[in-house]
């Protein structure tokens, strides 16, 4: 295992419905003063600034990634912005990877918001939404991204005999972790009878098996070991945890483009996870990974990502869900933070969030029924659109 990219600090803040009392510049801040207090190193140390946003419309300012370097203190250094829709922030972290395993820079902040919760009105937000899928080809069919995801778990319930109150469970799931976790948008007591009782969205999904959409910050600072020694003050009293491995893979946007075969799958995730894997190498993950922090825009999502990442047989992501094979206790652990269902969805954070819930589990800092024990290996998962883009980060406890 390589550890050429260590993460030195990690910080975010709370996702909520609606940051009255804050811009995304505001929540950037906050999760980049967290992350280098937690690194216990200032501003002027840093060799270069990423920033990861997916929205000019939600966060109503163009060219925003380097009013962001400015105001988080990165200014005079250099800076890049990235958006990858739902893998945004993920794909922010791997660039600052490749950027220090290059030699390009030795420590780099990625930094990333989203005002995505209530600062438009539902419509304007879904509008805006369905502009990521092929605006020209595919968003006048679908109109929302519910309809095509519907369609793919429709086909896995048809080819594997999935049913919807098994991928409720996935729903009930991750909303109860959610109650666990202070930065949680929305924890939530439910039974499967409360998810399929919920307004109806594109059948088989109900308002339930929806992901959030928050207004939220998340960060993570990484840098190369000689660096950490030499700036970070709080890097000796702690485990120092490692960028891994990442993958990255595209699929055709349009669901009709798609083969027969993969239709029910995401292939561009399972490419994702191939080359991360391949990077570490990891053989065995469902024996191997001890935690996954997995993109669950819909409940159905998180069951197929089962499969694609390798946590279990094609074609039994509904068996193991309705097992909890996959919860707290279970044989991987996923979503201790409680997902996009129940931590939420601040899209250009959201990947970042989840490298800092992970850092943490790695750490041994999480506290109660949601501390991973003796933590040691863990993935990160999101895509944009329907899979048209995935990453896949995996992190270690380094030597």
């Not at 811009?23 to 060799?47: E, H, K, Q």
Request: charged fraction near 20%; charge should be negative; include cysteine.
């Amino acid at each position: 295992m390589s550890d050429r990219a260590l993460v030195v600090g990690v910080g975010m803040t709370p996702f909520v419905g609606f940051r009255a009392d804050a811009s995304v510049r505001d929540m950037v801040v906050d999760a980049a003063r967290a992350t280098l207090l937690d690194a216990g190193v200032p501003a002027s140390s840093v060799d270069m600034g990423v920033a990861a946003y997916e929205s000019d419309h939600f966060n109503r300012q163009m060219s925003l990634g380097h009013i962001l370097q400015d105001s988080v203190g990165l200014v005079g250094k250099p800076t890049l912005r990235v958006e990858g829709g739902g893998a945004t922030g993920a794909l922010a972290i791997r660039t600052a990877m490749m950027a220090i395993t290059s030699g390009s820079a030795r420590s780099v902040l990625v930094f990333g918001g989203e005002t995505n919760g209530k600062s438009v009105d539902r419509a304007t937000a879904t509008e805006i939404l369905a502009m990521s899928a092929d605006f020209e080809w595919e968003t006048p069919v679908f109109g929302t991204f519910a309809a095509p995801y519907a369609l793919m778990i429709t086909e896995h319930m048809r080819r594997y005999g999935t049913t919807p109150e098994q991928f409720a469970e996935i729903a009930v799931k991750n909303r109860r972790i959610a109650l666990e976790n202070p930065d949680a948008h929305k924890g939530m007591s439910i039974t499967v009878e409360d998810v399929r009782g919920s307004p109806p969205l594109s059948d088989p999904y109900r308002l339930f098996d929806a992901s959030l959409l928050s207004d939220g910050a998340a960060a993570v600072l990484l840098a190369t070991r000689e660096w950490a020694e030499q700036h970070a003050s709080t890097f000796p009293d702690r485990p120092p945890v490692a960028m891994l491995g990442s993958g990255s893979s595209t699929d055709h946007p349009r669901l009709s483009d798609r083969s027969d075969e993969m239709f029910p799958h995401f292939a561009a995730k399972r490419g994702a996870a191939r080359d991360a894997y391949r990077m570490v190498g990891i053989d065995n993950p469902p024996r191997e990974i001890d935690v996954a922090e997995v993109y669950d825009s819909f409940s159905g999502a998180e069951l197929q990502a089962y499969e694609d990442l390798g946590l279990c047989p094609v074609g039994e992501g509904g068996l193991a869900a309705a097992a909890a094979r996959f919860d707290l206790g279970g044989q991987v652990w996923g979503n201790t933070s409680g997902g996009l269902l129940g931590q939420g969805a601040a899209v250009g954070a959201t990947g970042i969030a989840q490298a800092v819930e992970v850092t943490r589990q790695l750490r041994g800092e999480v506290s109660g029924a949601r501390s991973v024990p003796d933590a040691r290996i863990g993935i990160t998962d999101t895509h944009a659109g329907v899979g048209s883009l995935a990453v896949v980060n995996v992190f270690g406890r380094a030597p």
